[in-house]
């Protein structure tokens, strides 16, 4: 299998505005924006599109880490609304089109402003209604999951040069500050299992052995999604062991 072969089997490509990285803080606070956007007018609910992180890992390829950080750009801009029904388990997402029709003017006037000799290639801003069957602004495209080969290219080679080398972050011994969180949260309902009771096993596993992690968040997903499987294992060799008693037990009665 070649290398074009494999890249069918890991997924679609994901289509963002690589011009809003600028003004939104950064190339992943436009992906995930490019994305959130895509979704807006599919939403079935008032409080915007409903995603969980792993969802929007698996179509951004934002880490959970990196999601929080870009949510927040967003927030802090008053571009993204952001509302969680704890008792649901449940985070919606909404685009606030007036806000995001005032940062892209405003970052274009602040464009306007700057001497030619420092001006950027920025195209131009313009308004646009957003969910509107045309857009008059040559500054957006339409948001599609089908991108060329040619795009895919042009995406990832503007990450590379927007990203800065991020610093190599240490692994550390268990902090008495973490706790489980929302995503946690997520990941036990979803497997049916205790969430405190596994949060107690993992921190005397870790305790006890002096395990370190670059990511205690991650650490502790992993841990979650083992005990699930494990409790699938053991459910399943539970049948299995009553069933063969139940054929003995029926051997017996016969003799």
């Known amino acids: 299998m070649n290398a074009v072969e494999t890249l069918t089997l890991i997924g679609r490509p994901n289509a963002y505005y690589p011009g809003l990285a600028k003004p939104l803080g950064g190339v992943n606070a436009a992906v995930l924006f490019s994305q959130l956007f895509y979704w807006q007018d599919k939403a079935s609910s008032n409080l915007g599109v409903y995603k969980t992180r792993d969802e929007l890992e698996d179509e951004t390829g934002l880490t959970h880490n990196e999601q929080r950080t870009a949510i927040k750009k967003l927030s802090d ?15 919606f997402y909404k685009i606030d089109n007036e806000k995001v029709n005032e940062v892209l003017a405003n970052f274009a006037t602040s464009i306007n402003q700057t001497p030619r000799s ?13 969910g509107a069957t045309t857009k008059s602004s040559s500054y957006y495209q339409e948001i ?19 990203d800065k080398p991020q610093k ?29 009771d596994e949060f107690i096993k993992f ?13 205690w968040n991650a650490g502790f997903n992993n841990w979650l999604r083992n005990a699930g499987k494990f409790k699938v294992s053991n459910q399943r060799n539970n049948k299995q062991f009553m ?6 037990f029926e051997v017996m009665r016969d003799l």
């Open 243 to 248: 069933t063969r008693s139940e054929r003995n």
């Open 203 to 215: 921190k005397d596993y870790c305790l006890a052995n002096g395990k370190k992690y670059v990511d």
């Open 77 to 91: 801009k008053g571009i993204l609304i952001v509302t969680e029904k704890r008792l649901d388990h449940k985070t």
């Open 144 to 162: 599609t999951t089908k991108t060329t080969t040619e795009t895919t290219t042009e995406n990832t080679n503007n990450i590379v040069i927007a």
């Open 168 to 196: 190599t972050r240490k692994a550390t011994q268990l902090s008495d500050s973490f706790k489980p969180n929302e995503h946690h949260s997520e990941i036990a309902n979803e497997l049916n299992i205790n969430l405190n």
């Open 118 to 130: 420092e001006e950027s290639n920025c195209p131009e801003v313009d308004n646009v209604e957003i």
